[in-house]
């Protein structure tokens, strides 16, 4: 089975902090994602990465920045953290065709920004 | 535990009937799709996905129906369970050679004992 991890289940951060949300997936999958979701506005991707050193910015990547150094993890980092941040964060990570890819989800970090 | 929409249609059915959730997609191009299932607090699990070579496809207790030429997906879940309560959503691969996946908003299943 797939299994993708993300480091906190709930986290709470004050305004201006550096915060950052790690996942991890153990299925050697080239592709990686990370989304907020938000009540009435559903999944919008934030950023995602094809290759390790690789990073393409999604549909709403302003005020955040990832990193992915090991095929393994992909880091998503809120540079100075903001209220509107406040949102649950899901990542996933698919196999690495084009296209026709399923999309693996972790259990989602809350992250409450105060 | 947490909402994943506050507007979210609602389908509610009695344990032990068939459920049926309808998803319109958007593309026409889109050749991939894929039915995730959200429970509060947690986040999408994959129950199925289809490619538009097929009509249907058959899981453990679930079917999807791909229906082109309107553009619409349903997902059937038989013999409706308690665990089954949760939010629903479809997503298309939009047709292109992106890694993209096109998310639906999502419908709530509630399921009565």
């Known amino acids: 089975d797939v299994k993708v991890t993300q480091s906190s289940r709930y986290l709470v951060k004050r305004t201006g902090e550096k915060v950052f949300l790690e996942c991890v997936q153990d299925?050697?999958?080239?592709?990686m994602f990370w989304y907020r979701q938000d009540p009435g506005l559903g999944l919008r991707l934030i950023y995602f990465?094809?290759?390790?050193?690789?990073?393409e910015k999604g549909d709403i990547p302003e005020g955040y920045s990832v990193s992915r150094e090991k095929k393994e993890r992909f880091s998503l980092i809120l540079e100075s953290a903001s209220t509107n941040q406040t949102s649950m964060y899901l990542c996933?990570?698919?196999?690495?065709?084009?296209?026709?890819?399923?999309?693996?989800f972790g259990p989602g970090t809350r992250l409450t920004v105060l | 535990g947490e909402s994943v929409g506050l507007h979210l249609p609602t389908l509610s059915v009695q344990e032990g009937d068939n459920s049926i959730i309808n998803c319109a997609y958007s593309?026409?191009?889109?050749?991939?799709f894929i039915w995730y299932k959200q429970e509060s607090g947690k986040g999408p699990q994959f129950i199925i996905d289809i490619r538009s070579n097929m009509d249907k496809r058959q899981g453990q207790r679930v079917t999807v129906l791909l229906n082109k030429t309107v553009k619409h997906l349903s997902l059937q879940i038989a013999a409706t369970q308690p665990g089954d309560s949760a939010v629903y959503f479809c997503?298309?691969?939009?047709?292109?050679?992106?890694?993209?996946?096109?998310f639906g908003s999502g419908t709530r299943l509630l399921v009565r004992p």
């Open positions: 996933a990570s698919s196999l690495g065709g084009r296209g026709t890819d399923t999309q693996y």
């Open positions: 593309n026409s191009a889109s050749d991939y």
């Open positions: 997503a298309e691969n939009n047709g292109d050679s992106s890694y993209k996946l096109i």
């Open positions: 299925m050697d999958h080239e592709n």
């Open positions: 990465s094809y290759d390790v050193k690789m990073k």
